[in-house]
């Protein structure tokens, strides 16, 4: 089951003040990204945080699940009404997560 777009809107309205939020549909399902490093995934309805360190420790319940068949364990977030919630975990997490490839120059000719 797809996420509803709405929804996917809303959850990037709530993790705004983690800073600049980017959604981008994948296969049927949502990327999350926070200043350009991907956090997270909106699967079915619901929202899940890559898992970390520190973000372990600021949850308010360990509940790991994977968003999609295969997938490794992620944090799953049932509580997605909390925006200064969603904010403390994003921003604890990010800084234990890869930065983002350069993207290569598209070749010419």
């Known amino acids: 089951m ?9 959850i990037a309205d709530q993790c705004a003040g983690a800073g600049q939020i980017d959604v981008k549909k994948m296969m049927g399902d949502w990327c999350i990204y926070c200043n350009g490093v991907l956090f997270g995934l909106i699967c079915d309805n619901n929202l899940y945080i890559k898992v970390t360190e520190p973000g372990r420790a600021v949850l308010r319940e360990l509940d790991l699940r994977p968003p999609y068949p ?40």
């Open 70 to 109: 295969g997938a490794k364990d992620h944090f799953y977030i049932s509580d997605i009404d909390d925006s200064d919630y969603l904010t403390e975990l994003i921003k604890a997490t990010l800084p234990a997560l890869p930065l983002p490839k350069p993207k290569k120059p598209a070749l010419k000719g």
């Open 2 to 10: 797809a996420s509803n777009p709405d929804l996917v809107q809303y």
